[in-house]
């Protein structure tokens, strides 16, 4: 079986995912790029907890390492679920019963948080909103974070459930609690690219706001 040349550490998972553990060289020559490159690449997803090594030692001398995905890495490069996420959020929208759907959303929204919420770091919600931003971005979604003011705002680049989404902004009511119980703090959906933004934009509300409406 022919494999093409990986061009991104996303392919280079997929070749750990197809083919098992392999070897610095093995990469190397599938990836038609040096071994220093490649160790680059193994170096960076090991620090991130996709990939560990593992020592295999044949007779004497120095061991040789195979590289292969973590439990976090096989869930982040397999778990592709389109469809039945399709198919789960329809039939949630077809319930007739609105208190129902209602309570459905925000337990939605912490299932996923509960995935997530170890990986979010930080004292301030600007600290904790870049470290969310870096986790969007391990996952190919693209997202950026400006501080540069006392209400800091989390820009979504692009849609990461745009068939959810289409005709159905009850996905993005999730998607802002699943960011409001990842940062710690209450957030609103201050654009939106359903509403014709070029741009999704979470915003935590004002903390006078949030006093007054207790």
Same mark, same amino acid.
């Given at each position: ?11 280079? /998972?997929? #070749?750990? *995912?197809?083919? @098992? +553990?392999?070897?610095?060289? $093995?990469?190397? &020559? ?55 996420? /399709?198919? #789960?959020? *329809?039939?949630? @929208? +077809?319930?007739?019963?609105? $208190?129902?759907? &209602? ?112």
């Amino acid at each position: 079986m022919s494999v093409q040349a990986p061009t991104s550490d996303a392919d280079l /998972l997929d #070749l750990l *995912r197809i083919n @098992g +553990a392999m070897g610095v060289n $093995d990469l190397a &020559d599938a990836m038609d790029v040096t071994p220093t490159a490649v160790r680059q690449r193994l170096t960076r997803l090991r620090e991130q907890n996709l990939i560990e090594r593992e020592a295999i030692r044949y007779g004497r001398g120095r061991p040789r390492h195979k590289y292969q995905l973590t439990d976090k890495g096989v869930r982040l490069t397999g778990s592709n679920f389109t469809d039945l996420a /399709l198919v #789960l959020w *329809r039939e949630v @929208g +077809a319930i007739e019963n609105i $208190d129902i759907r &209602d309570e459905l959303l925000p337990r939605i929204a912490r299932s996923l948080a509960s995935q997530y919420a170890d990986q979010v770091e930080g004292e301030t919600t600007a600290e904790r909103m870049r470290s969310l931003s870096e986790l969007l971005s391990q996952r190919r979604l693209p997202t950026t974070v400006d501080d540069s003011n006392c209400r800091p705002v989390l820009r979504s680049h692009a849609c990461p459930y745009p068939t959810l989404a289409d005709g159905d902004q009850s996905v993005c009511e999730m998607e802002k609690m699943l960011f409001s119980e990842l940062l710690g703090r209450e957030v609103e959906l201050t654009q939106c690219r359903l509403d014709g933004a070029c741009q999704c934009e979470f915003r935590p509300v004002e903390l006078d706001r949030v006093a007054g409406s207790v």
